[in-house]
């Protein structure tokens, strides 16, 4: 059952449900956007590390 359904009906089971999975698919959207940000800024840093990975 979809939410734009008609049969869909907001009882709790449903706003636990739909709340996990918004939190779970928040959390993983951030850490994704995250790791984006800081690739391009580590690629558009024009510092010279000493360090090279080791």
């Known amino acids: ?5 008609f ?3 907001w009882d709790g089971g449903h706003l636990v449900f739909m ?3 918004w939190y779970a698919l928040g959390i993983i959207g951030m850490g ?3 790791c984006v940000v800081k690739s391009l800024f580590d ?3 024009k510092k ?3 360090d ?3």
């Open 7 to 9: 049969e869909w009906v």
């Open 1 to 5: 059952m979809f939410p734009f359904s």
């Open 32 to 34: 994704l956007t995250f």
């Open 19 to 21: 709340g996990g999975l």
């Open 43 to 45: 690629v558009f840093n």
């Open 52 to 54: 090279h990975g080791h």
């Open 48 to 50: 010279e590390s000493t």
